[in-house]
């Protein structure tokens, strides 16, 4: 696990090793333990090393061929290099590590780029050919491991975070209104913009490349993997369900605890990450595991709910878990938001700061921890969400309803109003537009609830949990921490796809609207309507949990923040977003964004996902010298 960069000049001008260590200094933290540096006739490979697996020099990047014709610089770990290793061993390559990341760069040159459908496991990378003169970029399937690009002038830039981009004398920080407008409309960003203009993310699943050898070279990406879920074409019983679930599950979690340091598991309250530790604890004796709790003394209504400590110890009793814990208050909140809005380069989705310090306490013992990401996003986590649409009569009308939902901050009726003072006339349609986008490569002929969740389950495979993978990289690594995801491996994700909703869901029929920003309980209205979320997985993990465990209602990873910002966290709230200095309302109209923020706080409406995007946003600018 580690961070990449580098550069590449069209006209072939030479490169400083000053100007590459920059970048490298820049994303230090992402690997303390060791630095490269490759530069030849206008190319320049970068790599910070956390040494995780083989923690020898032969392991070391940029890693240079045998015949030394390509140099690679990797991230990320491949679960299966030891079956790789063993093909390319049979077809006459020899080792000179153990590592993971010496079988990457000879399986790239085995397969070129068919080896990138062969791993398993998460990674970013680039593949320099010498002779050839073509640099290779690509990102694992599912996002786990991010990589951003930019062309300026005659250069292209990559590297694992933007800061490293940001780091060159040549980059002009510029905010990105596209992106920003998609932000708060989703809490989140689902096109490849980032809030830097001229920077890019690569999306998840695609590969690129740059061949110098052309008149005018470009980069030429492709997509090379999608999610896809449908009805399986063949009648297979539950339980045979249950048992391939299991199976893989075992598999999935015993492939990812390969490792030369410690490692641990991050264990809430939950199902996922639960099953997680429980199998880990089989492999590991005094396993270490890790759960944030919130100090809930002025909480209320549904965030009474929100610590989970007492079943994590409980499960870490049963397991016998070496455990840790931490108990988060107001003031942590607002202490760290210079360093998160740092780290995270730019918001995503949730309020991610538990995150923060979830990945700060786990990184003082171990080097690796595991988490339960993915398993809501596969097998069917949210069903209040997918529901809403279900029994659209078209995929027109299902875009309208879905649509709706995920307008998670700021609504059609009212994003005018904060945007069009500033930025002239503002129209929200195209927000529309781009959340039906995400469905192009898809038929969207659909007939049944069936049909309708599917396309659900896609499209948050491909946006919400892309945002949660995003934050959890930058801040575990923050803090020098690899985080694992055993629910993304990729047998388990084809599986899962193919996993009848049936399966997944009990109340096809249902139809459910929920109002992120009412004020109240939730629960009563909206989730025990629709509390028959992941039924196969529930199934498949109760051998591993406790029963009221596998069949407790979904909880998700949150704070008390709709109390505290009304309350311990007040005068924060307001020195921050009522000020006269707060540099958002030099991107956004302070009238119609303050009377949004008084409606949280007079207790009218829960505001709660918009003050901490706007406070997120405001730290953001701040942090990294925004023009706007």
């Known amino acids: 696990m580690c961070g990449i960069a580098g550069k590449l000049n ?201 061949d110098l050898r052309k008149k005018n070279p470009n980069f030429d990406r492709r997509q090379y993997w999608d999610f896809n879920f449908c009805e399986p074409y063949e009648s297979v019983s539950r339980s045979e369900y249950v048992e391939e679930l299991d199976r893989l599950f075992r598999n999935a979690v015993n492939s990812q605890l390969v490792s030369d340091v410690e490692l641990g598991t991050y264990l809430s309250g939950g199902m996922d990450s639960g099953s997680i530790t429980s199998l880990a604890s089989q492999r590991f004796k005094d396993l270490k595991s890790f759960t944030v709790g ?122 005018s109003k904060v945007f069009s003072p500033i930025w002239g006339d503002v129209k929200d349609v195209w927000t529309r537009d781009i959340f039906k986008d995400v469905f192009s490569t898809h038929d969207n002929e659909l007939s049944k609830p069936e049909d309708f969740i599917n396309h659900s389950l896609y499209f948050e495979s491909k946006t919400f949990l892309h945002g949660l993978l995003v934050v959890e990289d930058k801040l575990s690594m923050a803090h020098s921490l690899e985080n694992r995801v055993p629910f993304l491996d990729n047998d388990l994700v084809d599986f899962a796809m193919k996993c009848p909703v049936n399966f997944k869901l009990n109340n096809l029929g249902e139809v459910v609207r929920l109002n992120e920003n009412e004020v109240g309980r939730k629960s009563s209205k909206y989730f025990s309507k629709t509390n028959d979320g992941k039924q196969i997985l529930r199934d498949a993990m109760s051998g591993y949990i406790p029963e009221r465990v596998s069949k407790a209602a979904k909880q998700g990873f949150s704070s008390p923040d709709a109390s505290w910002f009304k309350g311990e966290s007040i005068d924060f709230v307001r020195n921050s977003l009522l000020s006269n200095n707060a540099k958002i309302y030099e991107l956004l109209d302070r009238n119609t964004v303050q009377n949004l923020i008084d409606e949280h706080l007079s207790g009218s409406r829960n505001r709660r996902l918009l003050i901490w995007s706007l406070l997120n946003v405001e730290s953001f600018l701040n942090e990294f010298e925004i023009q706007m």
């Open 294 to 415: 919130f100090d809930l003394s002025s909480a209320s209504g549904i965030e009474l709910v929100f610590d989970e400590r007492q079943t994590a110890e409980a499960m870490s009793a049963a397991f016998k878990t070496e455990h840790y814990e931490m108990v988060l208050k107001a003031g942590d909140m607002e202490r760290c938001l210079p360093k998160l809005a740092w780290y995270l380069e730019e918001p995503r989705v949730g309020q991610c700061y538990p995150n923060f310090y979830a990945s700060k306490l786990a990184s003082k013992f171990v080097k690796v921890v595991l988490s339960g990401a993915g398993g809501d996003e596969l097998f069917g986590g949210y069903p209040w969400r997918y529901y809403r649409g279900a029994t659209s009569k078209n995929f027109e009308e299902y875009i309208d309803e879905y649509y709706l939902y995920w307008q998670r901050l700021i609504p059609n009726s009212v994003i």
């Open 10 to 210: 069209f006209d072939g001008a030479s490169i400083s090793l000053e100007l590459l260590k920059k970048m490298t200094d820049a994303i230090a933290h992402r690997g303390p333990d060791d630095e490269g540096h490759w530069i030849e006739d206008g190319v320049a490979l970068g790599h910070r090393r956390l040494s995780i697996i083989d923690l020898s020099e032969h392991a070391s990047q940029p890693m240079v061929s045998f015949d030394s014709r390509f140099v690679l610089s990797y991230n990320g770990e491949i679960y299966n290099f030891r079956k790789l290793r063993l093909e390319l061993e049979e077809k006459g390559y020899s080792f000179k590590s153990n590592s993971d990341s010496e079988v990457v760069l000879y399986s790239l040159i085995e397969w070129n780029e068919d080896a990138i459908l062969k791993f398993n496991g998460m990674f970013a990378l680039s593949f320099w050919d010498r002779r050839d003169r073509t640099l290779l970029l690509a990102r694992d399937r599912y996002g786990i491991k991010p990589l951003y690009y930019a062309e300026k002038g005659n250069s292209f830039f990559f590297a694992s975070e933007q800061k490293a981009i940001l780091s060159q004398p040549s980059f002009d920080r510029k905010i990105n209104r596209k992106a920003l407008l998609e932000y708060f409309t989703f809490q989140n960003i689902f096109t490849d913009r980032t809030l830097i203009e001229d920077v890019t993310l690569l999306p998840p699943g695609y590969c690129g490349k740059i």
